[in-house]
């Protein structure tokens, strides 16, 4: 006897909340996912609209060179035509045979062509076209790295926001510690009542600092999730050690002729300057002659119509013509000769701008690179200062064991180590971001640049959560006092 399969049975409550559960911890992580520096510039390429509209643009530029060039190519064209006429005839001595009055039906078609022989004008429009081409290209580029460089702001400023939220809490955790040893040493009388309301005032001092910290971060990842397009972005951390790297070639000038050789906004500069002169070329040539091949084929056809019955009217014409047609302006009321002045005081203008700008990138260049060359040195200095502090914190917590020391110390101590901390990791985001903005200054920012950012990131996929509560280092915990009598 064959067994009949068993019905399914639906999954239990346990069961269903598993699967649940289950669900929900995939979906977050692949929410906490972090994302590389590269990665978020590539997806804000497909939503950031400025660069989608600079896009747009190229595409313009391309299609008005290619209007240019129409002034170059021949015009064929081709037109039709019929009409029916009604005559009536009136005449003081009639004539035999012939009608008072007929009807007379024309069809005509005609194909003509002109082609451009010497047009000066046309030929110059054509080539400001190309240079037209060229000034989106440059600004095309100049968008692509100014992309690049509005999504690195918003990465570092997210990274440093999550810093400060992360040294908040750390430091709210060591005052709570020191502000609970202060309260106990008070109630067995081994600490006075100054010190608990220090520790609390410093502990409510670092509440509302880690209020404006939370705050300040939200803001940060609003602005980075308008540019990715995607809402809860959470960028990869700069690995721990971090070695910054060098900058490369270590001249100034070095990168100042690096960014007139390559800057899009000098390249626009230039252009400008070209088509400012070809502007004014295309004005002298309102003095010269044009000349032009014209042909054209006629077929006129009268179907029916006569002004005598005898004589029928019905007949076809076909004509053909080719001629070259010359055009020499003599006078047109000195609007040529004022146009020219027009455009020579423009071209004047183009060369002032270009010079502007020659020297507005060699001032960005030179300012990028110090402000690097200053952040580095900063960063070894806070470096050295993160160290002293710490060693300050270990000597006062040891001197407050002792009674040498008063809790404010260790509190001021503690302080220090932490506004370090974050005064050395802002450093270090402001290096890196330093060097691509040096890098844009001088036109080559590419995204080589952005890898060499991510090889400086940690390696795990997920990254800790901004508001999750670090671990206090044992340099940052409070150390618990013996029995002393406080000395003020």
Same mark, same amino acid.
């Given at each position: 006897?064959?067994?009949?399969?068993?019905?399914?049975?639906?999954?239990?409550?346990?069961?269903?909340?598993?699967?649940?559960? @289950? +669900?929900?911890? #995939?979906? *977050?992580?692949?929410?906490?996912? =972090? $994302?590389? &520096?590269?990665?978020? /510039?590539? !997806? %804000?390429?497909?939503?950031?609209?400025?660069?989608?509209?600079?896009?747009?643009?190229?595409?313009?530029?391309?299609?008005?060179?290619?209007?240019?060039?129409?002034?170059?190519?021949?015009?064929?064209?081709?037109?039709?035509?019929?009409?029916?006429?009604?005559?009536?005839?009136?005449?003081?001595?009639?004539?035999?045979?012939?009608?008072?009055?007929?009807?007379?039906?024309?069809?005509?078609?005609?194909?003509?062509?002109?082609?451009?022989?010497?047009?000066?004008?046309?030929?110059?429009?054509?080539?400001?076209?190309?240079? @037209? +081409?060229?000034? #989106?290209? *440059?600004?095309?580029?100049?968008? =692509? $790295?100014? &992309?690049?460089?509005? /999504?690195? !702001? %918003?990465?570092?400023?997210?990274?440093?926001?999550?810093?400060?939220?992360?040294?908040?809490?750390?430091?709210?955790?060591?005052?709570?510690?020191?502000?609970?040893?202060?309260?106990?040493?008070?109630?067995?009388?081994?600490?006075?009542?100054?010190?608990?309301?220090?520790?609390?005032?410093?502990?409510?001092?670092?509440?509302?600092?880690?209020?404006?910290?939370?705050?300040?971060?939200?803001?940060?990842?609003?602005?980075?999730?308008?540019?990715?397009?995607?809402?809860?972005?959470?960028?990869?951390?700069?690995?721990?050690?971090?070695?910054?790297?060098?900058?490369?070639?270590?001249?100034?000038?070095?990168?100042?002729?690096?960014?007139?050789?390559? !800057?899009?906004?000098?390249?626009?500069?230039?252009?400008?300057?070209?088509?400012?002169?070809?502007?004014?070329?295309?004005?002298?040539?309102?003095?010269?002659?044009?000349?032009?091949?014209?042909?054209?084929?006629?077929?006129?056809?009268?179907?029916?119509?006569?002004?005598?019955?005898?004589?029928?009217?019905?007949?076809?014409?076909?004509?053909?013509?080719?001629?070259?047609?010359?055009?020499?302006?003599?006078?047109?009321?000195?609007?040529?000769?004022?146009?020219?002045?027009?455009?020579?005081?423009?071209?004047?203008?183009?060369?002032?701008?270009?010079?502007?700008?020659?020297?507005?990138?060699?001032?960005?260049?030179?300012?990028?690179?110090?402000?690097? !060359?200053?952040?580095?040195?900063?960063?070894?200095?806070?470096?050295?200062?993160?160290?002293?502090?710490?060693?300050?914190?270990?000597?006062?917590?040891?001197?407050?064991?002792?009674?040498?020391?008063?809790?404010?110390?260790?509190?001021?101590?503690?302080?220090?180590?932490?506004?370090?901390?974050?005064?050395?990791?802002?450093?270090?985001?402001?290096?890196?971001?330093?060097?691509?903005?040096?890098?844009?200054?001088?036109?080559?920012?590419?995204?080589?640049?952005?890898?060499?950012?991510?090889?400086?990131?940690?390696?795990?996929?997920?990254?800790?959560?901004?508001?999750?509560?670090?671990?206090?280092?044992?340099?940052?915990?409070?150390?618990?006092?013996?029995?002393?009598?406080?000395?003020?």
């Amino acid at each position: 006897m064959t067994k009949l399969p068993r019905p399914l049975q639906a999954p239990s409550a346990h069961a269903l909340r598993a699967i649940s559960l @289950g +669900v929900l911890l #995939a979906w *977050a992580g692949a929410q906490t996912q =972090a $994302q590389t &520096l590269s990665e978020l /510039v590539a !997806q %804000a390429r497909g939503y950031d609209a400025s660069w989608q509209a600079q896009q747009a643009d190229a595409r313009a530029a391309a299609s008005r060179a290619d209007q240019a060039l129409s002034g170059l190519l021949p015009n064929v064209g081709l037109s039709a035509g019929a009409n029916r006429t009604h005559v009536d005839i009136h005449t003081s001595v009639p004539v035999p045979g012939m009608t008072s009055s007929f009807n007379s039906t024309q069809q005509n078609v005609q194909l003509s062509a002109q082609q451009p022989l010497y047009r000066p004008a046309n030929k110059i429009a054509y080539e400001q076209g190309q240079r @037209g +081409v060229d000034v #989106a290209q *440059a600004q095309l580029d100049a968008a =692509a $790295q100014n &992309l690049i460089l509005r /999504v690195s !702001q %918003a990465y570092f400023d997210v990274l440093a926001a999550q810093d400060s939220v992360q040294v908040a809490q750390s430091q709210k955790q060591a005052i709570s510690t020191q502000l609970e040893m202060a309260k106990r040493n008070f109630e067995v009388g081994t600490a006075t009542i100054t010190d608990s309301r220090e520790a609390q005032s410093r502990f409510d001092l670092v509440t509302a600092q880690e209020i404006a910290a939370q705050n300040d971060l939200q803001v940060k990842r609003v602005a980075l999730d308008q540019l990715v397009g995607r809402v809860g972005i959470q960028p990869t951390p700069l690995a721990a050690p971090l070695t910054l790297p060098k900058v490369t070639p270590d001249n100034m000038q070095d990168w100042v002729d690096k960014a007139l050789a390559a !800057q899009p906004q000098l390249r626009q500069a230039q252009l400008a300057l070209d088509i400012a002169r070809l502007d004014t070329q295309k004005a002298e040539a309102g003095h010269k002659p044009t000349v032009d091949l014209q042909a054209g084929y006629v077929v006129n056809r009268y179907p029916n119509g006569s002004m005598t019955p005898s004589i029928p009217l019905s007949y076809r014409t076909n004509a053909a013509q080719i001629g070259v047609v010359m055009n020499m302006p003599l006078f047109a009321g000195f609007a040529v000769q004022n146009r020219i002045r027009e455009t020579v005081a423009l071209e004047e203008k183009a060369r002032a701008q270009l010079d502007d700008a020659r020297r507005n990138v060699e001032q960005a260049t030179r300012t990028a690179f110090l402000g690097v !060359q200053s952040g580095q040195a900063q960063v070894k200095a806070l470096e050295a200062a993160l160290a002293s502090s710490q060693s300050a914190l270990e000597a006062n917590k040891m001197g407050y064991e002792v009674g040498v020391r008063i809790n404010i110390d260790v509190l001021n101590a503690q302080s220090q180590v932490y506004q370090t901390e974050r005064d050395l990791a802002n450093a270090r985001y402001q290096v890196l971001l330093g060097q691509l903005k040096l890098r844009q200054s001088a036109g080559v920012l590419s995204d080589d640049d952005l890898r060499m950012i991510d090889a400086l990131t940690r390696t795990p996929d997920i990254a800790p959560a901004a508001t999750a509560r670090p671990a206090v280092t044992s340099s940052m915990a409070a150390a618990k006092p013996a029995a002393r009598t406080p000395k003020r």
